[in-house]
T-cell receptor, first 115, second 113 residues
Framework: EAGVAQSPRYKIIEKRQSVAFWCNPI?????LYWYQQILGQGPKLLIQ????????DSQLPKDRFSAERLKGVDSTLKIQPAKLEDSAVYLC?????????????FGSGTRLTVV | GQQLNQSPQSMFIQEGEDVSMNCTSS?????WLWYKQEPGEGPVLLIA?????ELTSNGRLTAQFGITRKDSFLNISASIPSDVGIYFC?????????????FGKGTKLSVKP
């Protein structure tokens, strides 16, 4: 079974620039999550999708971050404009259904450096 | 919000030694999970615990779900160099929109051959 695919693996941008990350979940997984992992911390949820609808975006800084999952499969996360404190690894995860740990799988992440 | 306190922050041990780490929470969880993360990779699930008091093993790893549902520990027996990595505890609550994991800050394990 293919895992959660993310791209790019690394990205370096200047502050105030824009950046987008892409995630393709495991086939058949209805729930998709974006997490932010700052160096030395555990991952923190940014947004959760169930199919193509947003379930929880309470921790997403909506003034600069946006995410979509238009067809209920792959998803993009965008930051515009980026700040220095956005430097982190952005992890995508998917699971078979909401609230289930079964099959809950993380991708390898995108490491973002804002300079 | 919910927070998990994980300790110790880091451990430096000799190959063959046993390791113990724990996690406490200010609130209860329905499920406790332990993950391992290696450099450049996402967290990988090691053990999932679903019931208060449950003790579960996975090879050399043993984890327990505390009776109060507010804590968990992970033991690694007879450590080997490939155990090196960061170990995270995470809590999960079922129901409604609470499908996201709450993570601790991690325990960084170094094993000296």
């Amino acid at each position: 079974e293919a895992g959660v695919a993310q791209s790019p693996r690394y990205k370096i941008i200047e502050k105030r620039q824009s950046v987008a990350f892409w995630c393709n979940p495991i086939s058949g997984h209805a729930t998709l999550y974006w997490y932010q992992q700052i160096l030395g911390q555990g991952p923190k949820l940014l947004i959760q999708f169930q199919n193509n609808g947003v379930v929880d975006d309470s921790q997403l800084p909506k003034d600069r971050f946006s995410a979509e999952r238009l067809k209920g499969v792959d998803s993009t996360l965008k930051i515009q404009p980026a700040k220095l404190e956005d430097s982190a690894v952005y992890l995508c995860a998917s699971s078979m259904r909401e609230g289930s740990v079964y099959g809950y799988t993380f991708g390898s992440g995108t490491r973002l450096t804002v300079v | 919000g919910q927070q998990l306190n994980q300790s110790p922050q880091s451990m430096f041990i000799q190959e063959g030694e046993d390791v113990s780490m724990n996690c406490t929470s200010s609130s209860i969880f329905n499920t406790w999970l332990w993950y391992k993360q290696e450099p450049g990779e996402g967290p990988v699930l090691l053990i999932a615990l679903y019931k208060a008091g449950e003790l579960t093993s996975n090879g050399r790893l043993t984890a327990q779900f505390g009776i109060t549902r507010k804590d968990s520990f992970l033991n690694i027996s007879a450590s080997i160099p490939s155990d090196v990595g960061i170990y995270f505890c995470a809590g999960l609550n079922y129901g409604g929109s609470q499908g996201n994991l709450i993570f601790g800050k991690g325990t960084k394990l170094s094993v000296k051959p």
